[in-house]
């Protein structure tokens, strides 16, 4: 179920959660920036694309967004993609060149609807600039999020995400142990080359995203995060740099769980 609530009052949070069996629940968000010219970041998963929209509309008209930014483009970022493109002809999608070239293998995007962007460039829309940024962790290589100079927020993809057993609206109402435990299963599972970088380097990513001092961090799949949450986020993530790796469940397990679903011994 797709639903939705204000995360500041110029930013709502579109989310649902989807249950990892045996580990717990992961949010799912998109976030409706509204302004002078409304921003849609991201589109929800594939499999609930027919609750998105229904629950965008709640939240904004899709013929008033002038834009669409995808942090990058797995199922789950994606689900919308078209209908929204195909509903809002005026609707531009700012991507990088690698995001264009994916998206493309299912349906081609129309190019003159694009807005290529790399981390470090910036672009104004309406009363507020977004400074594309590469976050600290990612899984896959087209990731960019943002910084948004209007709110302070820090749009920060995949990054930051945590395992939870349930989520609240702000990562706040969490307990220390659950975020960072939730923070680093999840950092392990979706970043898995985290532990082969070097400490130094990585510590560096980290103090980029502490010297930004976002007033608040909204994460793809963390619950928003007020600023005051930084370091306790940052902590997590070098954490789970030297934690031990993630391994899933192998053929084996997947047979015994296959069986207790039948009732066979």
Known sequence: MVTSYPAAPDIDVLTSDFPIPGFGVVPINSFVIKGKEPVLVDTGAVVQSGEFMPTLRSVIDPADLKWLWITHTDFDHMGSLHQLLAENPKLRVITSFLGVGIMS????????????LNPGERITVGDRTLTAVRPPAFDNPSTTGFYDDKSGAFFSSDCFGALLSSVPHSAADLSDGDLRDGQVFWATLD?????????AAFDRELDGIRKMSPTM????????????????????????????????PNQAALEQMLGQMTGDK
Not at 191 to 196: E, I, R
Not at 227 to 236: E, F, I, P
């Open 105 to 116: 293998l299912a349906a081609p995007l129309p190019m003159d609807r694009v807005y290529l």
């Open 191 to 199: 970043a898995p080359w985290l532990h082969k970088v070097d400490a």
């Open 217 to 248: 961090i909204l994460s793809s799949h963390l619950p928003p995060a007020p600023g005051r949450m930084t370091d306790r986020l940052l902590a997590s993530l070098a954490t789970a740099r030297t934690a031990a790796p993630f391994v899933g």
